[in-house]
């Protein structure tokens, strides 16, 4: 299906809705019946009708249908953050007494779920260092029923082989799961890679904006139909209507916003490189990566996140360096318009700072939709204050 196809047209049956361009924003919660055999076959298939807007909504439908065909899948499922999704993606494939391998560092969240919820309800997760796919064949336990992957990961970009660890998992009857945030389905697809749960955060690209929260899981019908009648709508956290109508205005211009970032993202990288106090970038589409061959075959692009390294000896020069930055501003998530930087000194303890530990001299920065000469610029006189 044409990209363009599946962003301007699929899903949207404008004659239902006086041949509006835009489609409305159908802000229901309940949905009215004619006959009782009518609500008869709602309450037996809800999955398939409009009954409640906790389950099936029609802004949120077209919504779907456009994010499971981005995604090359036949469903999906969009909730009212990633984590919902990530939440909802696991606990549909575990019970008690179960196993699951994760990657080391998967988004926090998804990591205390791992380390604090599950284990209550007698779950366990081995973490795997997931640059080697034997890693996962060594963890593999005869109650491993998920493996969770993050490719490429969103602060070190640490890949690993969906196509390989998707195989070694169908051979052990193991369900893989993939987010995919990073990448977006325009930059990778986990399950033409035979992945089974692929998931993003749609607050990021999707939304594009920085003004919605949400997340969507796509799989198979059989899966997203057993995940819809349990998991999605009993934790109750699927996408509002209105929310959905802002993801699908972000989706519009989805594929030209990822243009945009990476065409500046490649500038950005240059520049980071030859900077004379940076001494390290990381980017997985750069020749220097250390997993640049793998990227380079199971991604078609990356943009964006970039994380470098500065040289500077003290919390109080990378506090100075971050500050003075008048353009790029200091905050969470990305995704969105606007361009952002993440010190990792911000997360530490100010005592625990180790000027010899490259990773506590790191930054996240995220390149927007700016002109990349007027971030560079912005940039250029934070490196100043480094000046000894
Ligand atoms: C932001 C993010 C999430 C969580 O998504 P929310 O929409 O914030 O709940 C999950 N995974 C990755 C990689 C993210 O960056």
């Known amino acids: 299906m044409d990209i363009s196809y599946i962003i301007n047209e699929l899903g949207e049956d404008r004659e239902q809705y006086f041949n509006a361009i835009a489609p409305p924003i159908m802000q229901t919660s309940n949905f009215a019946f004619k006959s009782v055999a009518a609500m008869r076959s709602a309450f037996a298939d809800e999955y398939s009708t409009y009954l409640y807007s906790r389950g099936k909504n029609p802004t949120v439908d077209i919504l779907c249908k456009k994010l499971a065909a981005l995604d090359g899948a036949d469903d999906c499922l ?16 575990v019970k008690q007494g179960d196993h699951i391998i994760s990657v080391h560092e998967p988004y926090s969240w998804a990591k205390k779920m791992f380390t604090e919820i599950l284990p209550k309800f007698g ?17 593999i336990q005869p109650n491993t029923t998920v493996i969770y992957l993050e490719s490429p990961n969103s602060w070190d970009f640490v890949l690993q082989d969906l196509t390989a660890v998707a195989q070694l998992a169908k051979a052990h009857n193991i369900i893989t799961i993939c987010d995919n945030s990073y990448c977006t389905p325009l930059y990778q697809q986990p399950i033409a890679c035979g992945i089974d749960i692929a ?39 699927g996408i509002q209507p209105f929310n ?18 990476s065409t500046s993202t490649k500038t ?16 997985p589409l750069d020749v220097d990566f250390n997993q640049y061959t793998l990227a380079q075959q199971q991604m078609k692009g990356a ?6 390294t500065i040289k500077a000896n ?40 180790d000027a010899q530990n490259p990773l506590h001299r790191s930054l996240r920065l995220y390149v927007g939709l700016e002109e990349v000469d007027y971030l560079i610029k912005d940039l250029s006189k934070a490196f100043a204050t480094l000046q000894p």
């Open 123 to 139: 779950v366990s997760t081995t973490f795997v260092d997931g640059t080697a796919t034997k890693h996962f064949e060594q963890a």
């Open 314 to 353: 003290s919390v109080k020069a990378i506090e100075t360096f971050c500050e003075s930055l008048q353009h790029i501003m200091m905050a969470v998530s990305w995704g969105g318009y606007e361009s952002l930087i993440i010190p990792k000194c911000a997360g530490l303890p100010v005592d625990s700072f």
């Open 78 to 93: 969009v909730f009212n953050s990633g984590a919902a999704a990530i939440f909802a993606a696991v606990l549909a494939n």
């Open 244 to 261: 959905a109508w802002l993801l699908l205005r972000g989706l519009r211009t989805l594929p030209m916003r990822l243009q945009q970032i």
């Open 268 to 283: 950005m990288v240059a520049f980071l490189k030859n900077h004379p106090l940076v001494d390290g970038v990381y980017f």
């Open 199 to 237: 998931l993003q955060s749609a607050t990021k690209y999707i939304s594009g904006h920085s003004d919605t929260v949400a997340g969507v899981l796509s799989s198979n019908t059989h899966m997203i139909a057993r995940i819809f009648k349990s998991e999605y709508n009993n934790i109750g956290s």
């Open 303 to 308: 943009a964006g996140l970039i994380t470098f």
